[in-house]
């Protein structure tokens, strides 16, 4: 992991434009083609089971950052990490979660575990199980890309998530398409019904 990385991307607040959490991503410096773009790496990461050791060292540097932050003063409340859609239901992502946390000295609800819908679609049972269990460890959940599967709202009043993170692709029409506008609307009143929080990515 000498070559890799990690950024934090800042998830403002709509109405106070101030930031207090945000999302650690991942890059790749290598040593001779230079900064590799993410979207070529980690599919191909993806399809092999080295994702769960980058994800889980992905897990433990963010946990190490959180308690230098504190260290300096500096207020980050929450940490959005991608886990892949592999992983949500493996048994070692708990237990790599837990040592994190209790080696870095860091709230449980200070890691937000972001989640595709494609993710759980497969197997929603283990889904369903895995995200109470990380509820109950005290862990924060979120869906990410929620809107682009095909079962979100049949299985969204059964998994204990905390926060809705609406795909890129509803943004990119507004405000010229009326239908994206409306779509995002309907997400935010019925997140807002169900006590969940809402990302909107791709604002910037």
């Avoid at 937000?112 to 759980?120: D, H, R, V």
């Avoid at 969204?156 to 943004?171: E, G, N, R």
Wanted: proline share 4%.
């Amino acid at each position: 992991c000498n070559e890799l990385y990690l950024v934090y991307q800042p998830k403002f607040h709509a109405k106070s434009a101030s930031f207090n959490n945000v999302e650690a991503l991942i890059r790749w410096n290598h040593p001779s083609k230079g900064i590799i773009s993410p979207g070529i790496f980690i599919p191909i990461l993806e399809r092999h089971p080295l994702i769960f050791d980058v994800t889980d060292w992905i897990i433990y540097t963010v946990c190490k950052q959180l308690n230098t932050w504190r260290d300096k003063g500096l207020k980050i409340d929450i940490v959005s990490i991608n886990i892949p859609g592999t992983y949500v239901t493996n048994e070692r992502l708990k237990e790599t979660l837990v040592d994190a946390v209790s080696k870095y000295n860091i709230h449980p609800n200070q890691i937000e575990l972001e989640i595709t819908e494609t993710s759980y679609v497969g197997n929603i049972e283990e889904a369903i199980q895995a995200v109470l269990q990380f509820r109950k460890l005290g862990f924060l959940v979120a869906i990410d890309d929620f809107g682009t599967g095909v079962s979100s709202l049949s299985y969204l009043k059964m998994l204990a998530v905390t926060t809705l993170k609406i795909d890129k692709s509803f943004v990119d029409g507004i405000p010229h398409s009326e239908k994206d506008s409306e779509i995002i609307k309907g997400i935010i009143s019925l997140a807002s019904s169900l006590r969940l929080n809402v990302v909107i990515e791709g604002v910037e």
